[in-house]
């Protein structure tokens, strides 16, 4: 191929509201520096349009990020796939990204942005609960090292420097001071914006990240993740309604934004008390035949009491568990909790002790995941082990707590008080809920805890009225 071919360049400005044509522009130019091309036809549109940027809001370097063009076209390639994960929130297809980078790094060593980007795809694995290994972790922290030898002024290498501190170690203040870095030289990007964000609704302060992510929207309106991340932040507030509005308009930037779908089906539980119209929200998810909203489906079908029909979509499932960024997600226990509440005993104990071989082999090989605490402290208790319970529970909730994390934290009180229910212990499981009715509302609803059938112990003791009427 000859690099004196030419290339069309056609540039377009569309009002975004009404996806109006604003005005658009042809370049032929050769391609012998893509680069060149790049930041020529940027310059011209910008002359064109009689716009000047924002003082620190261009690129910080206008140099070729690599002189290797495919390199550069592996390193595109990779991001484009880990976008996609993001409306699929199929992890697994993470790899193919990293390999790509591989591949784009072993024909450039000193492709910094590519080192960067490899760094995020790591913490993100591991963030999102695809592998939660120290290995993971480490992989990532060695990629943005090597970013930051080969450029030390490179902002991408600050942003996934500030990625990995908050999606690996949870250290908000290294990660915000990663990102301050990163705002000198991209101070309106919405991205890093949204980032903000995102770790201000770990620290609690959930209104000021409804604040950023609404900016962050306005800058981005066609964001997908960024649409959805607004949404769930209203969750998080207990606006329902608002939510609900806000994950719809998602849905239709994308009907494939399967984290939108899923997040909309457990708001409309928690807004109406719904498990069976939550159920049927997560159909579209079912219909594409991925194993983990099937089993999003079978927790919402088990509060509706369609033992049956959760069972059958449990049986069509090859792993011994799903786990996402939340929870371990093991199919026996979710079994073990079907044939509890069925009043099937035999077959409740059995499923559960299943559950405890897998996951007491997980808590040794990662003993600092407080998912698999969490759910082993649940085994434990349908079997009776109530000591051993409760610890693990305990132990879930001190390795994750709400002050270290206001959105996960409280996934791991939810933890607790499934286990102080299964061991019918009533004081212990109001004062859990009614701690997760004062703090981030993504977990338990009155609508909600009226329509669980884990509670029915509950509903003849004055507490109960108490709670419900305190919180409604």
């Not at 590519?114 to 290994?133: I, K, P, V």
């Not at 609690?204 to 962050?216: D, T, V």
């Not at 997600?329 to 909790?337: E, G, I, K, Q, T």
Request: negative net charge; glycine residues 6%.
């Amino acid at each position: 191929m000859s690099w004196r071919a030419r290339v069309r360049i056609t540039p377009q400005l569309t009002r975004v509201a009404d996806d109006t044509q604003l005005w658009a522009e042809s370049y032929d130019r050769t391609i012998e520096d893509i680069f060149e091309v790049q930041s020529e036809v940027a310059d011209a549109v910008l002359q064109s349009l009689d716009l000047q940027l924002l003082a620190g809001s261009g690129q910080a370097d206008d140099g070729a990020p690599t002189e290797n063009l495919e390199a550069y076209n592996l390193f595109l390639r990779a991001k484009s796939i880990a976008e996609q994960v993001t409306l699929s929130q199929n992890e697994e297809d993470r790899y193919e990204a990293v390999a790509l980078l591989q591949r784009a790094l072993e024909l450039d060593p000193d492709f910094a942005q590519a080192w960067a980007e490899m760094s995020e795809q790591h913490a993100e694995l591991y963030f999102n609960g695809e592998d939660r290994t120290e290995e993971r972790l480490e992989k990532s922290l060695s990629a943005v090292e090597k970013a930051l030898a080969i450029d030390p002024e490179l902002p991408q290498a600050y942003v996934a420097l500030g990625h990995y501190y908050y999606w690996g170690p949870r250290d908000y203040a290294r990660a915000l001071e990663a990102f301050d870095k990163a705002a000198a030289s991209l101070p309106n990007d919405p991205d890093l914006m949204a980032s903000i964000a995102y770790i201000r609704r770990r620290q609690g302060h959930f209104e000021e990240a409804l604040e950023k992510l609404q900016r962050s929207v306005g800058l981005d309106p066609r964001s997908v993740q960024k649409n959805r991340a607004l949404g769930t932040t209203y969750i998080s507030l207990g606006r329902y309604e608002e939510a609900d509005q806000q994950l719809t308009k998602t849905l239709e930037l994308s009907s494939q934004a399967v984290g939108a779908r899923l997040w909309q089906s457990l708001n409309w539980m928690l807004w109406k008390g719904d498990a069976r119209g939550a159920a049927a929200l997560a159909d579209p998810l079912v219909a594409m035949d991925v194993p983990d909203f099937k089993f999003f489906k079978a927790t919402m079908l088990v509060t509706a009491g369609d033992h049956q029909e959760a069972l059958d979509l449990l049986d069509e499932m090859d792993e011994v568990s799903y786990p996402n960024q939340f929870f371990a997600n093991s199919v026996d226990l979710l079994r073990a909790w079907i044939f509890q509440l069925g009043g099937k005993q035999e077959e409740s104990r059995e499923s559960a002790v299943a559950a405890i071989e897998y996951l007491e082999g997980e808590v040794l090989a990662n003993p600092n995941d407080p998912r698999m605490h969490g759910s082993l402290g649940q085994a434990y208790a349908l079997v009776g082990r109530a000591e051993e319970a409760v610890r693990e529970g305990e132990r879930a909730v001190k390795l994750q707590p709400v002050s270290m994390d206001a959105m996960e934290g409280p996934g791991r009180l939810f933890e607790l008080t499934k286990i102080h229910s299964a061991l019918g212990n009533l004081d212990e499981t109001l004062e859990l809920l009614d701690q997760l009715l004062t703090g981030d509302k993504a977990w338990v609803s009155v609508p909600s805890i009226k329509a669980d059938p884990i509670y029915d112990f509950l509903r003849d003791d004055p507490g109960y009225e108490e709670l419900i009427e305190k919180h409604s």
